[in-house]
């Protein structure tokens, strides 16, 4: 009886961060970045199908935006912008909601005392985190093409916010 009662559990934790997935239309967050041991902290906002923006606390004053298939990171200290195909990018498994069910639906459950871990393996492993209580996506781990281990936390400050449309505005090449 006890195995029957996990994986009823299990699907059911599934069910309910699926059902509060397909409401989301976008996330505000500040995260914490830690890439092999070196911490970078700043703040998202999402907004799906596909779009990003984040500005991170750093002395370089470092901007990434993601739009259409394309991700810049601009460092407006040194106005310099750097461009990347999305599809390198981890980012690609959260920036559509299709792509991040998947990862739930087919993922291996984790449970510890706060958090729900969805471990999945694709292309590359992800392990996607949600908070036991609010079932609030709180970031995932991955290694990226390059065998960096990047761990990505996050802490949700609204959701489904209306943004301008120029908010993900892609900076113009030089």
């Known amino acids: 009886a006890f195995l029957i009662f996990t994986i009823n559990l299990s699907?059911?934790?599934?069910?309910?961060?699926?059902s509060q997935l397909k409401d989301l239309r976008s996330l505000k967050f500040t995260f914490n970045q830690l890439t092999n041991n070196k911490v970078e902290r700043g703040s998202c906002i999402l907004e799906f199908p596909g779009k990003l923006k984040c500005n991170y606390n750093d002395d370089k004053k470092k901007e990434l935006v993601v739009n259409d298939e394309r991700l810049a990171i601009t460092q407006k200290r040194y106005n310099k912008t750097y461009y990347y195909?999305?599809?390198?990018?981890?980012f690609l498994n959260?920036?559509?909601k299709e792509k991040l069910l998947e990862i739930i639906q087919?993922?291996?459950?984790e449970l510890t005392e706060q958090l729900i871990k969805l471990?999945?393996?694709?292309?590359n492993r992800i392990?996607?985190?949600?908070?036991?209580?609010?079932?609030?996506?709180k970031g995932w781990q991955i290694v990226d093409q390059?065998?960096?281990?990047?761990?990505?936390?996050?802490?949700?400050?609204?959701?489904?916010?209306?943004?301008?449309?120029?908010?993900?505005?892609?900076?113009?090449?030089?």
């Open 11 to 18: 699907a059911n934790e599934k069910e309910q961060i699926i």
């Open 127 to 137: 392990t996607v985190f949600f908070d036991r209580n609010t079932l609030n996506l």
């Open 94 to 96: 959260i920036l559509y």
């Open 146 to 174: 390059y065998n960096n281990n990047i761990k990505f936390s996050l802490n949700i400050v609204s959701k489904n916010d209306f943004f301008e449309k120029d908010t993900f505005k892609f900076p113009k090449r030089d």
């Open 106 to 109: 087919t993922g291996r459950l």
């Open 119 to 123: 471990i999945y393996f694709g292309e």
């Open 85 to 90: 195909p999305v599809s390198k990018s981890p």
